[in-house]
């Protein structure tokens, strides 16, 4: 099969089950979104490739299912109302985010003050991260009773998530969080 198919030369896409519409549908921008998200995950778990701490291998295994159920959760969004979604998110995969945020936080200092996004690239890159998954959750609450809930609920989290990932790796790496100046 040739990655090129020549189908969007008009401006249009296929959602699931093969209904056309434009490729600025909010359903196309909810679902790209997701895929920004997961591509900016990549980029984020690439910085820690020759990075050595302790816990790299869970963050990494806990993003690869992230990064599966993110397609599941595109997935959710191209298919049309009333139609059978295939990998349907669950509060399970809510469950799972939650217990990884608990997790994790536990082990990093008290919030007192906003923090800049920054620090490692790896850190860095899952601000980002967080960043567009919330534009995401955004994309996907403009579609109204269309969506699932736990989609909602599913890139609500992750953003949480992406937060406290972007601190640990910060944390573990030995890289400090500036904090907002206040203003004069």
Same mark, same amino acid.
């Given at each position: ?16 089950y093969?209904?056309r519409?434009a ?7 909810a ?11 990549g980029l984020? !778990?690439?910085? $820690?490739? %020759?990075?050595?701490?302790q @816990? ?7 993003? +690869?299912?992230?990064? /599966? ?6 997935a ?12 349907a ?11 990884r ?6 082990? !990093?200092?008290? $919030?007192? %003050?906003?923090?800049?996004? @920054?620090?490692h ?5 899952? +601000?980002?991260?967080? /960043? ?31 937060f ?7 944390q573990?790496?030995g ?10």
């Amino acid at each position: 099969m040739k990655i090129y198919t020549k189908t969007g030369d008009k401006g249009t896409t296929s959602l699931i089950y093969g209904t056309r519409v434009a490729k600025n549908d909010l359903r196309v921008e909810a679902y790209g979104t997701c895929d920004e998200t997961n591509s900016m995950i990549g980029l984020a !778990l690439s910085y $820690l490739y %020759n990075e050595n701490f302790q @816990g790299k291998e869970i963050i990494e295994s806990v993003y +690869h299912k992230i990064q /599966t159920n993110l397609f599941h959760v595109g997935a959710e969004l191209a298919t049309p109302k009333g139609k059978e979604v295939k990998w349907a998110i669950t509060g399970l995969d809510i469950q799972e985010l939650e217990n990884r945020i608990d997790d994790w936080d536990i082990e !990093l200092p008290s $919030l007192t %003050n906003f923090i800049l996004p @920054g620090g490692h690239p790896a850190g860095a890159a899952f +601000h980002v991260a967080r /960043t567009i998954a919330r534009r995401a959750e955004r994309c996907a609450v403009s579609l109204g009773e269309d969506v699932n809930p736990l989609v909602l609920a599913y890139l609500n989290r992750l953003s949480d998530l992406l937060f406290v990932t972007a601190r640990c790796v910060n944390q573990k790496l030995g890289e400090s969080e500036q904090t907002l100046h206040a203003k004069s």
